[in-house]
């Protein structure tokens, strides 16, 4: 394998992976306060689109990576949902 | 463009975009209880290797995409590094 190849695939394999610390942690703390709502918004859908750039052009390391990444990301922002929604829910009326 | 490189570029915009409301957000808010040290180690080790992979592909876009991300990564790293050895200073000696 050219040393590129084995480069790009570890940067693959770090930036997919990495979510998944982060779900774990969101999953066992419910804790999302300092997480960006806007941010895995925009993370998730720009996922979904590489998602679907990968099938467009029939490359399936980037439609597994990015499956992988949707899973995650998703996790992490229906947490934060949760926790939005929670939050308005348990504010007095006024 | 041919649509498959719109989806890509749209996909490319809302990932490295994302990091902004999220770098944001921490910088604004100094709160990064809910954030993962782990993801955001391995995050912005992974997209240094994507600028490295850009820089021995000569692909310039993929340098410019992930130089922009390492930057905003790195804000958000830096800001969980600092809160972790500040709440380690102010725990008491046993």
Redesign the interface.
């Known amino acids: 394998m050219p ?2 190849e084995i ?2 695939s ?13 779900a ?3 999953l066992r ?1 419910r ?6 709502l ?6 998730t ?3 979904t ?2 998602g ?2 990968g099938v ?2 029939m490359q399936w390391s980037i439609i597994i990576a990015n499956a992988v990444t949707v899973v995650l990301a998703s996790i992490i922002l229906g947490m934060k949902v949760r926790a939005v929604f929670a939050d308005r829910a348990s504010r007095p009326k006024t």
Chains 1, 2 share one sequence.
């Not at 940067?11 to 982060?22: D, H, I, V, Y």
């Not at 804790?31 to 960006?36: F, Q, R």
């Not at 806007?38 to 993370?43: A, D, K, L, V």
């Open positions: 040393l590129a480069v790009g570890l940067a693959a394999f770090l930036t997919t992976a990495s979510f998944l610390p982060q774990a942690k969101v703390t804790e999302t306060g300092a997480i960006s806007i941010m895995y918004s925009m993370f859908a720009g996922v689109l590489w679907i750039y467009m052009t």
